[in-house]
């Protein structure tokens, strides 16, 4: 069972992050109004893919890999991604001078496949259903060297939990964010550090409609496998893990769902608007606060997570405008 990371290990992963210069400090910044019938005030943006690696795994890797004893990291460093986990992995590999390989999905985007390999790692893609075999079956324990759980392990969610503590501290009076949601890890440490905040601040989880996977496990109340189609989103999973749901249904406040329509006007507007390139994931937040209304969310925060999306898939959202 996956427990909310207490307040002491956030602060030592804050501490631990300040040290590190391959993860900033990003900046919230306000989404530009974009017209009259479109009240976008009181929305901000984390903008995470101002990461040097282009999201905010960065945080959550870097700081489960400088816990590691350097005997441990001279194993081969090893986990399982859609893409972002796996070059935050190759990042922090280079930086401690040893190996790393992932285990992702034969789907993976061609550019996300590619930044991969250039931070070093060893891309190793099998069929989905494959990935999720070595997921449920514990098949990591078979590996020489440490193996990152992206979802569950208690340094990476810290890792994530300074996110939503520079968040806090940014914009003092914030009362709703939106997190995307893929496996979970992400939502487990920003909810973690909501726990902690000396005021209520509402976690707003938001999912893709190809693969509602959370939105039908707190329905059902409990884990609850869903079909999953194809989305310009590529963290999507189809069930929670057991170990982490009952955090996640502890901190979640309420889930939406966001068709591939909205996702890709999300994609579009931040290009437009703020000349910044995000992948669908990354936009999932804000694709999910623009369709709650103002009065209903409040000021609020858009973890704008990710930027790697394939310059044919941007210019054919562009295109399609």
């Known amino acids: 069972m996956v427990e909310p990371v207490p307040a002491d290990a956030i602060e030592a992963a804050v ?20 017209g009259p019938t479109r ?7 984390k903008l995470e893919t101002l990461q040097e690696v282009g999201s905010f795994k960065a945080r959550g890797v870097f700081h489960w890999v400088g816990q590691l004893e350097p005997a441990a990291r001279a ?49 190793v893609p099998v069929p989905f259903e494959e990935l999720l075999d070595h997921v449920f079956s ?12 992206p979802w569950a392990d208690p340094a990476m969610l810290a890792g994530n939990a300074t996110l939503g503590r520079e968040v806090l501290s940014d914009l003092p009076g914030v009362e709703t964010i939106f997190v995307p949601v893929g496996g979970g890890g992400l939502v487990a440490g920003i909810g973690s550090a909501l726990l902690c905040a000396p005021w209520r601040v ?4 938001v999912q893709p409609a190809s693969c509602p ?15 999953m189609g194809p989305s310009l989103s590529d963290i999507s999973f189809p069930v929670v893990v057991d170990e982490l749901f009952p955090l996640l ?12 329509a909205e996702l890709e006007d999300a994609v579009r507007l931040l290009a437009e608007h703020h000349d910044l390139i995000v992948e669908g994931a990354g936009a999932l937040a804000l694709a ?14 858009c973890l704008v997570t990710g930027g790697s999306l394939d310059m044919p898939v941007l210019a054919r959202i562009l295109g399609d405008a």
């Open 288 to 301: 999910g606060a623009l369709r709650v209304p103002a009065e209903d969310r409040g000021p609020s925060v």
């Open 75 to 123: 194993l081969g460093l090893c986990t399982h991604s859609a893409g972002n986990t796996a070059q935050a992995l190759g990042q922090a590999a280079r930086h401690f001078g040893c190996p790393a390989r992932t285990l992702l999905p034969d789907s993976t985007p061609a550019g996300k496949l590619e930044a991969i390999r250039g931070y070093g790692v060893e891309p």
């Open 39 to 45: 009240d976008v005030e009181a929305i901000h943006l």
């Open 213 to 227: 996977a959370l939105a039908a496990a707190l329905e059902a109340g409990k884990p609850t496998w869903v079909d």
């Open 15 to 34: 501490r631990d992050l300040a040290t590190r210069s391959q993860v900033r400090r990003t900046p919230c910044i306000p989404l530009r109004r974009l």
């Open 138 to 149: 514990a098949g990591w324990e078979n590996e020489p060297g440490p193996y990152l759980n």
């Open 249 to 260: 249904q502890r901190v979640v406040d309420d889930v939406v769902v966001v068709s591939e």
């Open 202 to 205: 509402r976690l707003v989880a």
